[in-house]
């Protein structure tokens, strides 16, 4: 449609004609049932000849025959070609190559010289330099040569003079409070003086006592005592298959005749009486092993103490 300038949309955008549509009126076919190289299923395609293995045949290679690089070079010794250059270096010498007029020394210790460019350093050498002559300065004044010993045993090493000897009796102190006892007692006159009239803490010293009399003293009726209960000689006997346990011996055994077994009584009243059963006896714990557990648990097993039980 023509614009408000007058110009066409083609003339606008720049372009002669307007673009072809190429599938005008082709079927529709779904992506997914297009091949995915359409053009490698039309015509011809390329057929090589399989694949060539490298081998020393020539049908290994893309030439039909073998191609050389040089062709019509001459032959070349590569021995002969280094000996000439060989020969062109040793013309370049002036003289005879230099060889030392001794092999190299080798040090024959630590701190040696031998065998050095330089040889040895002065400044390290061991030679003392020369000093002046020493003089020793004066002794100091002495009034006395020093006295030798520690002064445990040793004698007249101290300032002052040296101890005399003494002679101490073993038992001097317990004869000397010996005599002193005796002193005392010699000046002594009479007995220690004591007093009759002693403090007293209550008006009496039984704060208890009275001076009514007392009641009669009542009289304890005794009881009669039995003597001590029968206790028999040694235990009850058990029954040990043997008849052992009974008061009377075994009666000697007599042959029964023959009888015909009786019919259990129907009757209630007539029922063989079976005894009800004892008491059972069970495990009992000791009353020491009880206050054992319930002082000693697993809290404080370890710093409970053996002196504590």
Do not use: W
Request: glycine letters at 10%; aromatic letters at 12%.
């Amino acid at each position: 449609m023509p614009a408000e300038g007058g110009k066409t949309d083609m003339e606008r955008i720049g372009l002669f004609s307007e673009m072809e549509y190429i599938t005008v009126g082709d079927k529709y076919v779904s992506q997914f049932d297009r091949p995915f190289n359409e053009s490698a299923s039309k015509n011809r395609q390329i057929l090589p000849g399989g694949s060539k293995e490298m081998s020393n045949l020539q049908a290994g290679y893309f030439d039909p025959h073998f191609v050389r690089i040089f062709e019509g070079e001459s032959y070349v010794n590569p021995n002969q070609v280094r000996r000439r250059y060989m020969m062109e270096e040793a013309k370049k010498n002036l003289s005879k190559a230099f060889l030392p007029s001794n092999g190299e020394k080798k040090p024959c210790g630590l701190g040696s010289y031998y065998g050095t460019i330089g040889g040895p350093v002065p400044f390290f050498s061991a030679q003392s330099k020369p000093k002046e002559k020493y003089e020793p300065p004066g002794k100091n004044l002495y009034t006395n040569p020093g006295k030798k010993g520690t002064g445990y045993g040793y004698a007249n090493i101290t300032i002052g003079k040296q101890f005399s000897h003494s002679s101490d009796l073993y038992d001097a102190a317990k004869l000397n409070n010996k005599k002193e006892n005796e002193e005392h007692r010699r000046l002594l006159k009479g007995t220690a003086f004591k007093l009759n009239l002693y403090p007293r803490e209550y008006f009496d010293t039984n704060p208890y006592m009275s001076e009514k009399p007392l009641p009669p003293i009542k009289k304890v009726e005794k009881k009669e005592t039995f003597g001590n209960p029968f206790k028999p000689s040694s235990p009850g006997k058990k029954a040990g298959g043997m008849k052992a346990g009974t008061f009377d011996p075994y009666p000697s055994h007599s042959a029964d005749p023959y009888v015909v077994k009786l019919k259990s009584p129907s009757s209630k009243s007539a029922k063989v009486f079976h005894p009800p059963g004892g008491p059972k006896s069970r495990p009992i714990e000791s009353i020491m092993a009880l206050n054992v557990k319930r002082a000693l648990n697993m809290k404080n097993y370890k710093t409970a103490s053996v002196q504590s039980y």
